[in-house]
C-alpha cells in the first residue's frame, strides 16, 4: 500500500473505533478513578491497564458495532449530510466484524485482569451497547428505548473507573447520575444535528418523535440538572477540591467542545484546541496522574 492509503486506511480505523465519540465516556471513568484515589491511592500496573486499555476498547467495541449495523443508515447520512462512509467503502463489512469482535474480547480480558467488579461493568456497557446497536433487538430505532438505554449506560463508566482500582458504593452510584446527565447533552444534541437523516430512517429519537423543540428543551435540561447535582454533591462535602477541579476541566475540555460547531473556529485556533479535542479523556487522565503524584513533572 502507499503511504497515503495506509494514512487514509488509518484514519479510517479511527472514525470506525469513533475515537473521538467515546471521549465523555472515559472521561468519567477517568473522574471515577480519580474519586477513588482519594481513599485508595496505591494500585497496581494490573489495576492501572484495566482503567487505560480495557475500558477504552470496550468503548471502542461499543461504536464500531453501531457503525457495523448502521451502513444502510449511515449511508443515506452521506447523501443528506455529506457523512464519510467507511464500512463497506474503506472497511469491508468482513473486516469491520472482525474488528468489532477483536475489540469486545480484548477489552474484556483487560478488564477482567484488573478486577472481577470491573469485568462485570465492562460487560454490563458491552451487553447495553449490543441492545442498543445490533439486531434483533436494535433499541436505538424505538422510542422511547433509544434514549433509556444510553442514559442507562452512561451510569457504568464512572463506576467502572471507580472499580479498576477500589469498591462500587452507594454514594458512588449516586454520584454517577450527573455524568449520565451531562452525556445526555451530547444525546440530545447529537439528535438535532442529525435529524433530517433520522426521520427518513424511522430512527426513534426525542427529536423525531417529539419535535426539535422537545430534544432542545431536553438538552438545556439536562445541563441544568448536571450543573445542580453538582452543586449538591459538593455542598454534602462528597467532592474535594482536586475532585471539583477534575470535574470543571472535564465539562471544558470534553463536553463543551462536544456541542460546540468547529467549522467557523479560526484556522488558528483549530491548530491549538483539535490535537486536545480528539483525545481530550486522556489529557484528563494525565492530569488526574500529576495531581495524585503518580507523574513527576521534569525540572
Known amino acids: 500500500m502507499k503511504t497515503h492509503e495506509i494514512v ?16 465523555k465516556w472515559f472521561g468519567a471513568a477517568v473522574l471515577g478513578f480519580a474519586f477513588a484515589l482519594d481513599s485508595n491511592s496505591n494500585f497496581s500496573p494490573l489495576q492501572f491497564q484495566g482503567l487505560a486499555i480495557g475500558i477504552p476498547l470496550i468503548f471502542c467495541y461499543i461504536q464500531s458495532a453501531n457503525d457495523y449495523f448502521d451502513v444502510e443508515i449511515d449511508e443515506m447520512k452521506e ?22 469482535s477483536s475489540v469486545l474480547f480484548i477489552g474484556l480480558g483487560f478488564a477482567g485482569m484488573a478486577s472481577a467488579s470491573l469485568f462485570v461493568l465492562a460487560v454490563a456497557m458491552a451487553l447495553l451497547g449490543t441492545l442498543y446497536s445490533a439486531p434483533p433487538f436494535r433499541l436505538k430505532m424505538r422510542y422511547p428505548f433509544s434514549t433509556l438505554t444510553q442514559f442507562a449506560g452512561c451510569f457504568l463508566p464512572f463506576l467502572a473507573g471507580v472499580a479498576s482500582i477500589s469498591t462500587v458504593t452507594m ?6 447520575s450527573v ?3 451531562l452525556a445526555m447533552i451530547h444525546r440530545f444534541a447529537h439528535e438535532i444535528k442529525n435529524y433530517n437523516a433520522d426521520l427518513l430512517t424511522g430512527k426513534g429519537t426525542v427529536a423525531v418523535i417529539k419535535g426539535l423543540r422537545t430534544a432542545k428543551t431536553f438538552c438545556k435540561l439536562s445541563a ?29 475540555i470534553i463536553i463543551v467542545p462536544g456541542v460546540c460547531d468547529y467549522d467557523y473556529m479560526p484556522r488558528f485556533l483549530k491548530i491549538i484546541f483539535v490535537p486536545v479535542i480528539m483525545v481530550p479523556s ?5 492530569t488526574v496522574l500529576l495531581l495524585h503524584g503518580k507523574i513527576y513533572p521534569l525540572t
Open 8 to 23: 487514509g486506511y488509518a484514519k479510517a480505523l479511527w472514525m470506525f473505533v469513533d475515537v473521538t465519540g467515546w471521549q
Open 79 to 100: 447523501k443528506i449530510m455529506g457523512k464519510e462512509l467507511v464500512v463497506s467503502k474503506i472497511i469491508s463489512r468482513k473486516t469491520a466484524l472482525i474488528i468489532t
Open 171 to 176: 454514594q458512588t452510584i449516586i454520584i454517577s
Open 224 to 252: 441544568l440538572v448536571g450543573v445542580i447535582e453538582f452543586s449538591v454533591f459538593s455542598f454534602f462535602g462528597w467532592l474535594n477540591i482536586v475532585s471539583l477541579f477534575l470535574f470543571v476541566l472535564y465539562v471544558i
Open 282 to 286: 486522556y489529557v484528563l487522565l494525565f
Open 179 to 181: 455524568f449520565a446527565v
